[in-house]
């Protein structure tokens, strides 16, 4: 048969629509991908015959495995851009891989909420509209002991909302050690740019003293802030003012005091064995008006931005124009107000919430997974090629808190011999369940501190993938 006869023996649209495997496709895959699927894998063999030198049979056979292959690109266009991965790096909060986990038991009440009408801006009680940031207000003040508390989409969205209503045109007086950035897209200064604050900075990148913030205050003062500068360290010769003695110019001048706390701890993490970081307790008790923090990093939760302290400032915020444009959805509330409930108990706190339990898991349970994960992988990987490890290693806590901190670990190694360190790592995150991992002088590191018991068949399962991935690679 000539070149041009070929392409004749290519179904038609219509016609592989028409096909029983197709047509199973359309039940749960969308049409226009489904579409779009059958086009480009027409196309290829289009293309191959073009290309020239295939025979008839070989033209059949492919046009044989359409169905298949276009089975393969359906699914693969139909599957979610976002997607659950195995986080391998021993990075706790890890922003680029979703900061906190969220308790299944918690998803499954979510989805409970989210699936059906639910009060969240109607009173049950009076039968008339409510207010949604009713449902987390009191557990919040509960936890914390503020007056009021409100909650917003993300911290930043927190900060900017209280210098709006408060020091809008004003003057808001920060140290210039605390004029910090988070992940790039967050300045305070911009913030307080755009929040329409005037910033007066004072003192110096390592050295603000109390009399600095005194002698910037004047008519046009609207609050003192305070900005933990939770993602970096100054050490050496340096001083900072305290929220204890920034009460004492506050209540002098009769000015708000703000504090942005960044991480929003709720329990002292030092009780196990972890830097002190401020908690919004604390700020609280020394007399700060009004504190911000993040509701999914050191907290547990769910994105969000969380404002707690005085009653007037609060309602104040929640007149805000603002307030509707950083509004929280109903998803939000619910995770938050289930993840704040743990917190009536510590010890259910470190249990339920992932990211206090792994920030504060003994060594030795660290340890005995990694055994565990070992004995499965040997029992799956023959490969001369592969050397199994356990070594100690340091987990982070991450997502722009305690920098400095390094928390004893132990994780899993990967050393190959004869084959590329660099394309195994890229093949576990190729696989259908991308691990994340280390590479670090061509040995990979598998972190048990942030590995979930129940993906320890992923992991195994991703490593095999990944060394017969290599394998043809090399071949
Ligand atoms: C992380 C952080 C922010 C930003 O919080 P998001 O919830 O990520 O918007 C702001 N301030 C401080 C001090 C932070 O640590």
Redesign the pocket.
Known sequence: MKGRNLFTLIPKVDELLDRENIKKLLEYIPRKIVLDSIRIEAEKIRERIKKGGITEEEVLEMINNLDRSIEKTAKEKNANKLRRVVNATGVVIHTNLGRALINRKIIEKIGEIASNYSNLEYDLERGVRGSRYSHLEEIVCQITGGEGAMVVN????A?MLVLSTIAKDKEVIVSRGEL?E??GS?RIPDVMEQSGAKLVAVGTTNKTHLWDYEKAINEETAALLK??T??YRILGFTSSVDSEELFQLKEKYNLPLIE????GVLVDLSKYGIEYEPTVQDSLKKGVDIVTF?G??LLGGP?A?IIVGKKEYIERMKRNPLTRAFRVDKFTIAALELTLRYYLDEDMARKEIPTLNMLTMPLEEINNKALRLKRKINRRIKDDSVVVGIEDSFSEVG???LPLERLASKSITISLKGLSTQEFENNLRKYTIPIVTRLYKDKIYLDLRTIQEDEFNIVVDGLEYALNKVKEYKI
């Open positions: 993300n911290n930043a969205a900060v910090i988070i992940g967050f900005v933990h939770s993602n942005d706390l960044g991480s993040s999914d990093k994105q931005g997502g722009g808190s």
